[in-house]
């Protein structure tokens, strides 16, 4: 199958989660398959075959008989000694010719395998063969890692498992009499005249397995009612953890002002934390009108905002991998809360947003807290939580899957949508033209002004627009000047012109007058400036090391000559320094032209923390030569 390249035309070709460009000027190229793999077990994502990247310019030089190739490819990936699964339809792989007849290109949309698929792997050894994708490239997987997908694929779920020599002296009581007074204060149910056993069976929490008779307490059971000791015992969770910390103080040397954590003052399991967390979210920054709690401590009235909350966190609870790194971790700003959860999402994020696609790692947990009237089964949690941060006019949710270690954030930000500065600066800035824009696009571009820069992934999480019609409005809102961009593809970053220049340098033009294949921005004119490099003797000794240093010097010019920046604006800089390479805290110090001490305390810890930045040495924090990197996910997170 074919199709004629052709940017404005065919905008859907250059969107995915990820892209990747190879040259196969001498046939199918050998790591293709680790891509291939890598994107399946990640987040899918496009490969083209005849296209290489070099410092920002593409080259579409084609390949040599593509028909032949495709045909190749497709014998190869049905092979079972090369690939373990073909995941592709017939029209994920193409044939693109390009505006010279005489050239041609392909394409390979390569979707996220489900939890029934992974690991997919090449060869025949899954624990040699399984990759993932990371900002990189793409990396193989530890054992670790393709064991927890081959237990992700199982039809019974992972709280179902019955614990060998664990028994009800295991479970802590007063949190099981409190659960059952919780159940009877949501009405009259039949379940509710069964002894202690009897209900733990109905709700999971106990199981007899009819296949070999073994009977007893399940994962559920002890996660949820459990005591702290008992949970903690080698044989069920040993690296179990839960915690909640509010961050309300202004004084960077005092970590949290208050902390929910196991230290020995309350029992620690499911129910008990569930309780306390939901107290202490009933008050505080974003809560107007809390709740009214009765002598239980139990909810009798919520708004939506704390309905929401309470999702967010039975969410984090019910979906974790206990047998992962982190536990579960919720962090309150004044500005903001994140929930986060080892594990993996089991969906795709579009299945997410789109909702009514139920696929829980812990059933029997969901149950328990089902029946406290809390969490949902029918897939709609994310839309009931961005349904009540959109009658709060707030920004939307941002949800972020990390690897190594694996974990799932959802960051709920407390900031008004449409603050009525930014609007009034954009009306300022843009005159009347402004006000011609639709909803949508004033959405992106006090996105935009808010967070220092907007991607299109971004945008997909907070309009209904799909990914294809951003891509458009984005390009469009370009083109008219309301926005300028920067990268390509998956990397393709819009701000407001002349907001970051450090972003706003032109890129190189593309070989050969080829359109660029990006998220809608407009080709480069011909002949358009390459990079401008700072002179070498113009920087500081402290970067002579860089490769990219002359290019680094220039790009912190901005904030360098500022004595003061926005928090944000900061952020952005140090992610896109840090976009393509590690950098030190003296370097970044030396670039921005700031103390260490301030910058490691307000940005780069807190961008650690956040998913915003990863470490060069993660094993070892305090490592002399410890540097950092943008994640991922970086250009998708609000900065704070």
């Known amino acids: 199958m074919s199709g004629q390249l052709n940017l404005f035309s065919n905008l859907d070709f250059f969107e995915g989660v990820d892209v990747e460009y190879k040259a196969a000027r001498g046939g199918l190229p050998r790591d293709l398959w680790e891509t291939y793999g890598a994107f399946a077990n990640t987040d899918g994502g496009t490969i083209w075959l005849g296209i290489t990247q070099r410092a920002g310019a593409l080259d579409l030089h084609g390949v040599n008989d593509p028909e032949k190739m495709l045909s190749d490819f497709w014998n190869t990936l049905n092979n079972p000694s090369k690939t373990s699964l073909n995941l592709l339809r017939d029209q994920d792989a193409r044939i693109v010719r390009l505006e010279d007849p005489d050239r041609a290109v392909i394409r390979i949309v390569v979707p996220r395998a489900d939890r029934h698929q992974r690991p997919v792997f090449i060869g025949t050894n899954p624990l040699r063969g399984t990759f993932r994708r990371n900002f990189e490239g793409d990396y193989l997987c530890t054992e670790a890692e393709v064991r927890r997908m081959f237990a992700d694929q199982a039809e019974e779920p992972a709280d179902s498992r019955i614990l060998e020599g664990f028994g009800l002296d295991d479970l802590h009581i007063d949190s099981l009499r409190q659960y059952r007074n919780r159940f009877v204060s949501r009405g009259s149910h039949v379940w509710l005249a069964e002894d202690d056993l009897g209900l733990l069976g109905k709700l999971g929490g106990w199981r007899r397995d009819r296949r070999s008779g073994q009977e007893g307490l399940t994962l559920a059971g002890l996660l949820m009612f459990g005591r702290e000791q008992a949970i903690r015992d080698p044989a069920a969770v040993p690296g179990f953890q839960l915690d909640y910390r509010e961050r309300f103080g202004e004084d960077p040397e005092v970590r949290w002002t208050d902390r929910l954590h196991l230290d020995g003052t309350w029992e620690g399991n499911l129910f008990q934390f569930y309780q306390l967390v939901m107290q202490k979210l009933s008050v505080g920054p974003g809560v107007k009108r809390p709740f009214r709690v009765d002598a239980d401590g139990y909810r009798t009235s919520a708004t939506p905002v704390i309905e929401a909350f309470q999702e967010a966190l039975v969410n984090a609870l019910i979906h974790a991998d206990y047998s992962g790194q982190g536990g579960v971790v919720i962090d309150r700003w004044p500005d903001r809360l994140e929930f986060s959860n080892p594990g993996t999402l089991l969906v795709s994020r579009e299945q997410l947003l789109k909702g009514g696609v139920s696929e829980c790692r812990n059933k029997s947990l969901q149950l328990m807290f089902q029946m406290l009237g809390a969490g949902d089964k029918a897939g709609s949690g994310i839309d009931k939580i961005r349904s009540s941060w959109a009658e709060a006019h707030w920004q939307s949710p941002v949800l972020r899957e990390s690897h190594r270690p694996e974990r799932v954030v959802l960051e709920l930000p407390m900031l008004s949508l449409l603050p009525e500065e930014i609007l009034t600066r954009l009306r300022g800035r843009f005159g009347t033209d402004f006000g011609d824009l639709s909803g949508d696009e004033v959405h992106a571009l006090v996105t935009a002004q808010l967070e220092g820069t907007v991607t299109n992934q971004r ?182």
């Open 459 to 640: 945008l997909q999480g907070m309009l209904t627009l799909h990914r294809v019609d951003i891509t458009r409005m984005l390009g469009g809102l370009v083109q008219q000047g309301f926005l300028e961009s920067d990268g390509v593809g998956r990397g393709t970053r819009y701000f407001i012109p002349g907001e970051l220049p450090a972003l706003a340098e032109q890129a190189p033009p593309l070989s050969e007058g080829a359109p660029p294949l990006s998220d809608g921005a407009p080709p480069l004119s011909e002949g358009a400036p390459p990079l401008v490099q700072a002179p070498a003797a113009a920087m500081p000794p402290e970067l002579s090391g860089l490769a990219g240093g002359a290019q680094l010097w220039l790009q912190a010019k901005p904030v360098r000559e500022r004595r003061r920046v926005k928090p944000a604006v900061m952020r952005a800089m140090i992610r896109g320094l840090c976009q393509d390479e590690f950098l030190t805290l003296q370097q970044l110090g030396v670039l921005l032209g700031r103390g260490t001490k301030g910058l490691q305390e307000d940005h780069l810890s807190p961008m650690f923390r956040t998913g915003l930045l990863r470490l060069h040495f993660p094993d070892n924090l305090t490592h002399p030569q410890q540097a950092y990197r943008s994640t991922a996910d970086a250009s998708e997170s609000t900065p704070s």
